[in-house]
């Protein structure tokens, strides 16, 4: 691979910026303090077994600047920006722990606290919008925690959901409301002063990977599933989806609202691509980008600048630009790449994957008949969901 670091406009797409990352990307997320910062969380061989690293970066008018690096012994799932300090961010790892970390501390130094309580991997990690103090975390433990970064350990544990916790977010006006999702197919809505949570939705019928809570609606929740689409939630009535958007040909892997419009979200897959929804328009589909050549897990909006966009991907690369330099909606509606090659073996599957018995002692989330999955990547891709009826069976967990 080429050299990390920056890498200009190309004659091909001049709209976009490129960032090489020595890890395979797997979070990325703007400051809620400077509309040019961005962190990335990474981890090292897709994040089967390795160490992570946590970038920090400076987005400039015609480059990606690296600012600080910081290296953990595990891979990094997620991350999030503090909201009360500009120069903090925490990441989930893959050994369990939450790692704090200065980003205006000397590079490559030791993370200011690591929280060890979750006994599998973490996989989620994001900051209260509204208290400002505290943060959430989920687990492959299944359970959730919250924290304050002042405070050694966990203020609650939140153990209700039957399988990994893939995601959770909080809202984005109510102070104490935050939303989690599982394998076990729920979406939960939980209030941080109790330890049960105050409503249950079995948002589909396969393994959830992702939420989000629209920034302008506080009843409307937004799920992304291995069965590849989108539900948009009413929390006010729950017993179906309001809306379905389809258009992803694997499972959706990280979902966003706008933080400029109440209609507008976009979705990360497994199928390489990255999609803008327009909800308000008849053709909802405004936007397909085939701009990462492997499976695309890490999305955000900057809130500082509208329509400006970031992602990551396991193709070790991070991109930023913004949509309003990208060809009209209708211009993007290519059908997915073919998931076959790409440096990923048959199918777009990471090493060791179809085919390749489980590796012992790894908890591989579902992946249906056929799906040996040693990674710890969730969803079994959505290439062969679970069957139907019931949460997923037990499957061995990572030996601590």
């Not at 160490?51 to 990094?76: C, H, K, M, T, W």
């Not at 030791?110 to 989920?138: C, Q």
């Not at 492959?140 to 350990?153: A, E, G, I, V, Y």
């Amino acid at each position: 691979h080429p050299t990390p670091g920056a890498l200009t406009s190309s004659l091909v797409d001049l709209s976009m910026l490129r960032f090489r990352t020595v890890f395979n990307g797997y979070s990325v997320e703007f400051s809620p303090f400077d509309e040019t910062k961005l962190a990335c969380a990474s981890a090292q061989h897709y994040g089967i077994i390795g160490n992570g690293r946590q970038y920090v970066l400076d987005v400039l008018e015609r480059e990606i600047v690296q600012l600080r690096s910081f290296d953990a012994r595990d891979g990094l799932y997620d991350c999030s920006w503090s909201e009360e300090n500009e120069s903090h961010v925490v990441a989930a790892s893959g050994d369990g722990s939450i790692k704090l970390w200065d980003t205006m501390a000397p590079p490559g130094g030791p993370p200011l606290k690591s929280f060890e309580e979750h006994t599998h991997e973490a996989y989620s990690v994001d900051w209260n919008l509204v208290r400002k103090d505290t943060f959430i975390s989920g687990s492959w433990d299944d359970t959730l925690k919250l924290w304050n970064p002042r405070h050694p350990r966990s203020l609650r544990t939140f153990h209700e959901h039957q399988y990994c916790v893939y995601d959770a977010v909080w809202a984005p006006r109510i102070p104490d409301l935050f939303a989690s999702v599982s394998g076990d197919y729920t979406l939960k809505i939980w209030d941080q002063n109790n330890n049960r949570s105050i409503q249950t939705i079995r948002a589909h019928d396969f393994e959830v990977l992702c939420v989000d809570w629209n920034k302008y609606n506080e009843n409307e929740v937004a799920t992304g599933s291995v069965d590849k689409t989108i539900r948009i939630w009413d929390l006010r009535h729950p017993e179906r989806a309001i809306s379905q958007l389809r258009g992803h040909n694997y499972a959706v892997r990280r979902l966003k609202y706008s933080p400029h419009s109440e209609s507008k979200l976009a979705s990360a897959s497994y199928d390489m691509s990255l999609v803008v929804w327009e909800r308000a328009s008849e053709d909802p589909l405004q936007h397909r980008m085939d701009h990462h050549s492997e499976f695309v897990v890490g999305l955000d909006w900057n809130m500082f600048v509208e329509d400006q966009m970031a992602s990551c991907s396991w193709d070790e690369t991070l991109c930023v630009w913004n949509l309003r330099n990208m060809p009209p909606p209708g211009m993007g509606h290519r059908p997915p790449p073919a998931m076959a090659g790409m440096g990923m073996g048959q199918a777009g599957m990471p090493p060791g994957g179809h085919g390749m018995p489980p590796m012992a002692g790894v908890r591989h989330p579902a992946g249906g008949p056929g799906m040996m999955m040693p990674s710890r990547q969730p969803g079994g891709l959505g290439m062969m969901p679970p069957g139907p009826g019931g949460p997923p069976p037990p499957v061995p967990r990572r030996p601590n």
